[in-house]
């Protein structure tokens, strides 16, 4: 019996148009050659959350236990990856030695199947041209920086200029590859172009062509008889009555089930040719004035076209069912009480089959870090039919396996999606989703609902563990208020104190320590550069480096001493039976650990802080005077900082 190979799918959404055409020709192979897929959705791009950084970990699971193959829709990926394009091929190269295929960018070692747009490209200029006599064309492309828009742009372009045809620079509008921007783009450009001539709008890919011919029969235009439009890609149902849209046909779902082939046969351990060249084709239809279906009805009107957008972008029902889910899920619930829930909603959503492993413990996590997976999850729930779940509660060590194997015997047919479960830095676990028919936005918005959902039972779950366990070691009221109040102090990026928790006791301690005859300083801690480190690296960065602070005062200062975080990048220490003589110690202490850190760390900013302090009494001891105090001697570190590094700059002759 041959075994049924696995293959991951690494894509950028599941939901844009590519992806969705390029998961059928997945999905085709998987059901005629009897193979499974695990989908790896990236959600790395401009508009992509800022969370969603977490769906990059999930290419750790890619290794020889949990896959034979990998298949990439790289030349996706590479457009939105753009600056980190270079990070993108070594993260695909440094990846397990498991037989490999991109799909659209040559990556060094790597088989490559790959389209050549240009003669289909030269070929529909030439119709517009020749055929129709167009000679006053827009072009609609995507940003500069998209990879795939430059090439057919420059091709477009070219064979213009070829055919005698010029075009205004000012008639090249950016859609940025979406329906809404091209609609915009497109009613800017007739707002401040007013009685603009034009016979022709050249889209580089159907939706933006879309877009184009709602914003032109919105504002009185016929097409195709006065405005003919053209698109790229073929990603949406043409049959007669439908669409109709003239565009270029890169076969994606063809291509996707040559990679699938491909990579089945590096399983196989056969050759393949490196690098697979394909011809994409255009195909005339009646945006262009060509095979008008419909004799009675030659131009297209701004109802049907949204109409149709509606249905293929939208879908009522489905906006229904996730209103439906918000309502149901308006009150939290523990765990225990989340998965009979959980079923319900998953058989709504028409999810035919689930798996939620979840983390022992949760795991902080930032962008551009290291990820390092606990050794321990548990199979909190499967799902495989409609009238029942199960809750395995099985342990097993997800380093080694994506699923323990009793569960991956059930995952048979078809393809899994992967989406991690997130809440800000924290990930809690992942769950495999089998979709069903819906859009695969709607999926998107399923994912991020379900693990929001799961994150809010865990953490009440949480609560109510450590109540209980409070309870049980019989902890008297008075301490468990104690220790809620506490953590209502507890600065919750850093660890330390809040600004409120430090007034607290730092007041409460100073009285202590006065009475008994006593003293000590507080001092007071500032970064410096924090504001330049945002503007040029941004805000989670900023926030490493208060980290990074903060690890300086936990390293330097005494476990009795008491350390705060007062807002921003300004820290605070009461340090008791600490002498002024002291303070210049400290401050090398200090300044050793940031060159340590520094040192060690691959952070882009250089880690500085500024100190100051002042000596409290019982003369001096309002814990605000004493801050603004030490505040003003931090300032004077800091001003004698930027002087030298001032003289330093000057030439030795003017020092």
């Given at each position: 019996?041959?075994?049924?190979?696995?293959?991951?799918?690494?894509?950028?959404?599941?939901?844009?148009?590519?992806?969705?055409?390029?998961m059928?020709?997945?999905?085709?192979?998987?059901?005629?050659?009897?193979?499974?897929?695990?989908?790896?959705?990236?959600?790395?791009?401009?508009?992509?959350?800022?969370?969603?950084?977490?769906?990059?970990?999930?290419?750790?699971?890619?290794?020889?236990?949990?896959?034979?193959?990998?298949?990439?829709?790289?030349?996706?990926?590479?457009?939105?990856?753009?600056?980190?394009?270079?990070r993108?091929?070594?993260?695909?190269?440094?990846?397990?030695?498991i037989?490999?295929?991109?799909?659209?960018?040559?990556?060094?070692?790597?088989p490559?199947?790959k389209?050549?747009?240009?003669?289909?490209?030269?070929?529909?200029?030439?119709?517009?041209?020749?055929?129709?006599?167009?000679?006053?064309?827009?072009?609609?492309?995507c940003?500069?920086?998209?990879?795939?828009?430059?090439?057919r742009?420059?091709?477009?372009?070219?064979?213009?200029?070829?055919?005698?045809?010029?075009?205004?620079?000012?008639?090249?509008?950016?859609?940025?590859?979406?329906?809404?921007?091209?609609?915009?783009?497109?009613?800017?450009f007739?707002?401040?172009?007013?009685?603009?001539?034009?016979?022709?709008v050249?889209?580089?890919?159907?939706?933006?062509?879309?877009?184009?011919?709602?914003?032109?029969?919105?504002?009185?235009?016929?097409?195709?008889?006065?405005?003919?439009?053209?698109?790229?890609?073929?990603v949406?149902?043409?049959?007669?009555g439908?669409?109709?849209?003239?565009?270029?046909?890169?076969?994606?779902?063809?291509?996707?089930?040559?990679?699938?082939?491909?990579?089945?046969?590096?399983?196989?351990?056969?050759?393949?040719?490196?690098?697979?060249?394909?011809?994409?084709?255009?195909?005339?239809?009646h945006?262009?004035?060509?095979?008008?279906e419909?004799?009675?009805?030659?131009?297209?009107?701004?109802?049907?076209?949204?109409?149709?957008y509606?249905?293929f972008?939208?879908?009522?029902?489905?906006?229904?069912?996730?209103h439906?889910?918000?309502?149901?899920?308006?009150?939290?619930?523990?765990?225990?009480?989340?998965?009979?829930?959980?079923?319900?909603?998953?058989?709504?959503?028409?999810?035919?089959?689930?798996?939620l492993?979840?983390?022992?413990?949760?795991v902080?996590?930032?962008?551009?870090?290291?990820?390092?997976?606990?050794?321990?999850?548990?199979?909190?729930?499967?799902?495989?039919?409609?009238?029942?779940?199960?809750?395995?509660?099985?342990?097993?060590?997800?380093?080694?396996?994506?699923?323990?194997?009793?569960?991956?015997?059930?995952?048979?047919?078809?393809?899994?999606?992967?989406?991690?479960?997130?809440?800000?830095?924290?990930?809690?676990?992942?769950?495999?989703?089998?979709?069903?028919?819906?859009?695969?936005?709607?999926?998107?918005?399923?994912?991020?609902?379900?693990?929001?959902?799961?994150?809010?039972?865990?953490k009440?779950?949480?609560?109510?563990?450590?109540?209980?366990?409070?309870?049980?070691?019989?902890v008297t009221?008075?301490?468990?208020?104690?220790?809620?109040?506490?953590l209502?102090?507890?600065?919750?990026?850093?660890?330390?104190?809040?600004?409120?928790?430090?007034?607290?006791?730092?007041?409460?301690?100073?009285?202590?320590?006065?009475?008994?005859?006593?003293?000590?300083?507080?001092?007071?801690?500032?970064?410096?550069?924090?504001?330049?480190?945002?503007?040029t690296?941004g805000?989670?960065?900023?926030d490493?480096?208060?980290?990074?602070?903060?690890?300086?005062?936990?390293?330097?200062?005494?476990?009795?001493?008491?350390?705060?975080?007062?807002?921003?990048?300004?820290?605070?220490?009461?340090?008791?039976?600490?002498?002024?003589?002291?303070?210049?110690?400290?401050?090398?202490a200090?300044?050793?650990?940031?060159?340590?850190?520094?040192?060690?760390?691959?952070?882009?900013?250089?880690?500085?802080?500024?100190?100051?302090?002042?000596?409290?009494?019982?003369?001096?001891?309002?814990?605000?005077?004493?801050?603004?105090?030490?505040?003003?001697s931090?300032?004077?570190?800091?001003?004698?900082?930027k002087?030298?590094?001032?003289?330093k700059?000057?030439?030795?002759?003017?020092?």
């Amino acid at each position: 019996m041959t075994s049924i190979k696995r293959v991951g799918v690494v894509v950028n959404t599941i939901y844009s148009d590519y992806s969705v055409t390029f998961m059928k020709g997945i999905e085709r192979y998987c059901a005629e050659k009897n193979c499974s897929y695990y989908l790896f959705p990236l959600e790395h791009g401009k508009n992509s959350g800022i969370y969603d950084y977490h769906c990059e970990t999930l290419l750790s699971f890619i290794n020889k236990n949990n896959l034979d193959g990998l298949v990439f829709a790289s030349s996706t990926l590479a457009n939105n990856y753009k600056s980190d394009l270079p990070r993108l091929i070594e993260s695909i190269k440094m990846l397990p030695p498991i037989p490999k295929v991109s799909v659209g960018l040559e990556i060094e070692g790597i088989p490559t199947i790959k389209i050549n747009s240009d003669k289909a490209m030269r070929d529909l200029v030439c119709h517009l041209v020749q055929e129709h006599g167009c000679k006053k064309i827009i072009l609609m492309r995507c940003d500069t920086t998209n990879f795939e828009s430059l090439d057919r742009e420059r091709c477009v372009l070219k064979t213009l200029t070829e055919l005698g045809v010029p075009i205004n620079p000012k008639w090249i509008l950016n859609g940025n590859f979406l329906f809404d921007n091209a609609y915009s783009s497109m009613a800017n450009f007739l707002k401040n172009n007013e009685g603009a001539d034009f016979d022709a709008v050249i889209c580089l890919n159907d939706s933006m062509a879309m877009g184009v011919m709602s914003c032109l029969v919105d504002r009185g235009f016929k097409v195709p008889d006065s405005v003919k439009v053209t698109g790229f890609d073929n990603v949406f149902e043409t049959s007669p009555g439908e669409l109709n849209i003239t565009t270029i046909d890169q076969r994606i779902d063809d291509f996707s089930f040559g990679a699938m082939e491909t990579v089945c046969a590096l399983i196989d351990g056969q050759r393949v040719e490196p690098l697979k060249l394909e011809e994409a084709m255009l195909v005339v239809r009646h945006s262009c004035g060509c095979k008008k279906e419909n004799p009675d009805k030659n131009n297209l009107d701004a109802e049907s076209i949204k109409r149709r957008y509606d249905i293929f972008r939208l879908g009522g029902n489905q906006l229904y069912m996730l209103h439906y889910f918000l309502m149901e899920t308006q009150t939290p619930v523990p765990l225990d009480n989340l998965y009979t829930r959980l079923h319900y909603s998953l058989c709504l959503f028409d999810i035919h089959g689930m798996v939620l492993v979840l983390y022992r413990h949760s795991v902080y996590f930032e962008r551009g870090a290291d990820f390092k997976r606990p050794e321990n999850a548990n199979v909190a729930m499967t799902f495989f039919n409609e009238r029942t779940y199960e809750r395995p509660d099985t342990e097993f060590n997800p380093n080694i396996m994506l699923v323990p194997p009793e569960i991956n015997e059930k995952l048979v047919g078809g393809g899994y999606t992967i989406y991690p479960i997130y809440a800000e830095n924290f990930q809690y676990g992942y769950m495999l989703l089998k979709l069903g028919r819906y859009e695969r936005i709607f999926y998107q918005s399923v994912f991020e609902l379900i693990s929001k959902e799961i994150v809010t039972s865990i953490k009440i779950t949480g609560e109510q563990t450590e109540k209980n366990s409070l309870k049980n070691q019989n902890v008297t009221l008075e301490q468990y208020s104690e220790k809620m109040h506490r953590l209502s102090f507890t600065d919750e990026m850093t660890g330390l104190l809040n600004r409120r928790g430090f007034y607290e006791y730092a007041k409460r301690q100073i009285q202590k320590t006065l009475a008994e005859g006593r003293g000590g300083l507080v001092i007071y801690c500032d970064m410096d550069g924090l504001k330049k480190i945002n503007d040029t690296y941004g805000h989670d960065v900023g926030d490493r480096a208060i980290k990074y602070e903060a690890q300086v005062l936990k390293t330097i200062f005494r476990s009795s001493d008491i350390s705060g975080r007062l807002g921003g990048d300004e820290f605070a220490v009461l340090a008791c039976d600490m002498k002024l003589k002291d303070f210049a110690r400290v401050k090398r202490a200090m300044l050793a650990e940031c060159d340590k850190i520094n040192s060690g760390s691959l952070e882009p900013f250089t880690l500085s802080i500024s100190v100051g302090c002042s000596e409290f009494s019982s003369a001096k001891d309002d814990i605000e005077e004493l801050i603004n105090i030490a505040d003003g001697s931090q300032y004077e570190d800091k001003r004698a900082k930027k002087e030298a590094e001032k003289k330093k700059k000057k030439p030795w002759w003017q020092r």
